[in-house]
């Protein structure tokens, strides 16, 4: 079985394609991230481990399922990946959020880190990173590397649109993590943006351009 999920779901391709229209704006674009976010957040999550736990209702004891182990953490790649922390929030409440700042030289294109902040016990967590954009891959690359330095071993990424470019580097470089892909494009441009893609994911979060 192939760990590259491209979503199909109808409700993620219609959220996706208004917001990779020029004219929107900021604060829908922030609600639009969010909700296709705790979609791809509910895919993402459909293979965790459960296992039984006694529990009584008002009515009768009974078993019920819980996930099992030391539940989740959700490590966004600043600043884009912060638009779909809240999302998986409200799904995982549980989770622990760490933080990798990371921004592309815009002339090389490599990833250059300027911020971590990890849970203590990130090893012995299912870890999501999340970043809209999967450009040259790069970002994700040493994201998930640095995950991996730090020992994790259960690793999911996420993102909103990916380029063939990204995926295979990803792929190549982490063949044991599973992506999550809310829609695959056609290919990078000179600049290394996605095409046709939504343009800079971070600045139309925030507003910064
Ligand atoms: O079309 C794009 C392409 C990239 N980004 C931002 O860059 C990184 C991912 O780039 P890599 O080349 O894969 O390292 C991502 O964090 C986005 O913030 C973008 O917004 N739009
Ligand atoms: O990857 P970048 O350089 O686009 O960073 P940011 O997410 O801060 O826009
Ligand atoms: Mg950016």
Known sequence: MSNIHVMDHPLIQHKIGVLRKVETGSKEFRELVSEIGMLMCYEATRNLPLEDVEIETPVAKTTAKQIAG???????????????VDAMLQLVPTAKVGHI??????????????YCKLPYDVSERDIFVLDPMLATGGSASEAIQFLKDKGVTRIHFLCLIAAPEGVERVRKDHPDVEMYIGALDEKLNDHGYIVPGLGDAGDRLFGTK
């Open 70 to 84: 030391k539940t989740l953490g959700i490590v966004p790649i600043l600043r884009a990946g912060l638009g779909m």
């Open 101 to 114: 700042g990371l921004y592309r030289d815009p002339d090389t294109l490599n990833p250059v880190e300027y």
